[in-house]
T-cell receptor, first 113, second 111 residues
Framework: DGGITQSPKYLFRKEGQNVTLSCEQN?????MYWYRQDPGQGLRLIYY???????QKGDIAEGYSVSREKKESFPLTVTSAQKNPTAFYLC????????????FGPGTRLTVT | GQQLNQSPQSMFIQEGEDVSMNCTSS?????WLWYKQDPGEGPVLLIA?????ELTSNGRLTAQFGITRKDSFLNISASIPSDVGIYFC???????????FGEGTQLTVNP
């Protein structure tokens, strides 16, 4: 089945630790995105990548880092510099040029204590 | 930057009722997307609109691309409990590289 996978669904970490969230897609999409969602809130863009080996900061990039070494993978690292990392993280992909529709993964709920 | 204003913010309705929500902007858009997010899940694309005045249905859902290109509407007919969730509108920014999302409409359906 084609789609986007995020793992794990739930993740727990201690404050001060870096943590990497996985996002994989087999849709052959060029573009990939990371969003953060807080309870009762909308979607805020963290980072996005339109092509392999290139990515841009979104609206709330501070305390996060990404890489795009392969077309199908776009991992997000939540660093210890992120002051309030507990949130629901969503990955999405889109065809890129000529295709704006974004398709989302199931999300990872990160809890940092 | 571009902003999408969704209303209402939340709705509490009885099963069987029809629902209407909308999304407006001060900017002109060429595409409108409507997503639904079930609790604890990722948003799912419901309907995509590409032309001013376009009216598109997906089962009990109907969405319209406003003639002014500054708004879009989503209607749900004969609501059922599984319609519960957050409905987001979205539209590509001018560069086309990212989407602007509305803040969402939280729908609660009472059986």
């Amino acid at each position: 089945d084609g789609g986007i996978t995020q793992s794990p669904k739930y993740l727990f970490r201690k404050e001060g630790q870096n943590v990497t969230l996985s996002c994989e897609q087999n849709l052959n999409h060029d573009a990939m995105y990371w969003y953060r969602q807080d309870p009762g809130q909308g979607l805020r863009l963290i980072y996005y990548s339109q092509i392999v080996n290139d990515f841009q900061k979104g609206d709330i990039a501070e305390g996060y880092s990404v890489s795009r070494e392969k077309k199908e993978s776009f991992p997000l690292t939540v660093t210890s510099a992120q002051k309030n990392p507990t949130a629901f993280y969503l990955c999405a992909s889109s065809p890129g040029t000529g295709g704006f529709e974004q398709y989302f993964g199931p999300g990872t709920r990160l809890t940092v204590t | 930057g571009q902003q999408l204003n969704q209303s209402p913010q939340s709705m509490f309705i009885q099963e069987g009722e029809d629902v209407s929500m909308n999304c407006t902007s001060s900017s002109i858009f060429n595409t409108w997307l409507w997503y639904k997010q079930d609790p604890g899940e990722g948003p799912v694309l419901l309907i995509a609109l590409y032309k001013a005045g376009e009216l598109t249905s997906n089962g009990r859902l109907t969405a319209q691309f406003g003639i002014t290109r500054k708004d879009s509407f989503l209607n749900i007919s004969a609501s059922i409990p599984s319609d519960v969730g957050i409905y987001f509108c979205a539209s590509p920014e001018t560069s086309g590289s990212r989407l602007t999302f509305g803040e969402g409409t939280q729908l609660t359906v009472n059986p």
